[in-house]
């Protein structure tokens, strides 16, 4: 459930983002998302999955987590110009979301 300030705090720069006090506290939630899953995924995966599955597990997750963190920003930079920023900033609000539901939807299973 803590994964959830990412995807409100993408919710949240369209009309947060604005001002600057308004763009900080977006991008201190947001960072706080990034600091929290850090620290509570691997233990979510040994819980999950338990030890020996970890290693396997835990690179699986990291070969597509770094090409997203690589690829997503080229992707927005070359979107910007023909669709616009506030499109784009809706598109990784809705990411965001999308990912706190799977999250909330994992955690009831």
């Not at 930079?77 to 616009?84: D, E, M, S």
């Amino acid at each position: 459930m803590i994964f959830a300030l990412q995807g409100v705090a993408a919710m949240l720069l369209p009309f947060l983002g604005r001002s600057a006090p308004g763009a900080i506290g977006r991008v201190l939630l947001f960072g706080l998302g990034f600091g929290i899953a850090s620290v509570a995924l691997p233990q979510l995966l040994v819980q999950r999955y338990g030890t020996a599955a970890y290693a396997t597990l835990s690179g699986r997750i990291a070969i597509f987590s770094v090409a997203d963190k690589a690829l997503a920003p080229l992707g927005a930079f070359a979107l910007a110009p023909a669709v616009g920023y506030t499109w784009v900033m809706a598109a990784i609000a809705l990411a965001g979301v999308s990912a706190a539901l799977a999250l909330v939807a994992y955690h009831r299973v």
